[in-house]
């Protein structure tokens, strides 16, 4: 059992930083790919990066690549998403997820409650 917590997230403005944190309880989190998705008012999840189980791999949605990195330490068992230049279509309720590598929500078991990241234009 792995349980997931978010923070980081708030108010920014178009072209600002954040980074969100996900901290897991228990002593296996490098046994789990981890992963962000998103969901923005009346869409569906979706993806936004995941990583690898040491950290080696790690795959983008094409809407953030270059913009977004995540990360993680193991030995804090947090995982990370750096978040640059931000725009008012990242606005969403962004989880964490922890399971098997991929792209796929139906890949992780576990998930974070979620944290708000507003962009105001």
């Known amino acids: 059992q792995v349980q997931l917590v978010e923070s980081g997230g708030g108010l920014v403005q178009a072209g600002d930083s954040l980074r969100l944190s996900c901290a897991a309880s228990?002593?296996?989190?490098?046994?789990?790919?981890m992963g962000w998705f998103r969901q923005a008012p009346g869409t569906e999840r979706e993806f936004v990066a995941a990583?690898?189980?040491?950290?080696?791999?790690?795959n983008y949605a094409d809407s953030v690549k270059g913009r977004f990195t995540i990360s993680r330490d193991n030995a804090k068992n947090t995982v990370y998403l750096q978040m640059n230049r931000l725009k008012p279509e990242d606005t969403a309720v962004y989880y964490c997820?922890?399971?098997?590598?991929?792209?796929?929500?139906?890949?992780?078991?576990?998930w974070g409650q979620g944290t708000q990241v507003t962009v105001s234009s």
């Open positions: 990583i690898g189980r040491s950290g080696g791999v790690t």
């Open positions: 228990g002593r296996t989190f490098s046994s789990y790919a």
């Open positions: 997820a922890a399971g098997r590598w991929g792209n796929k929500e139906s890949l992780y078991d576990y």
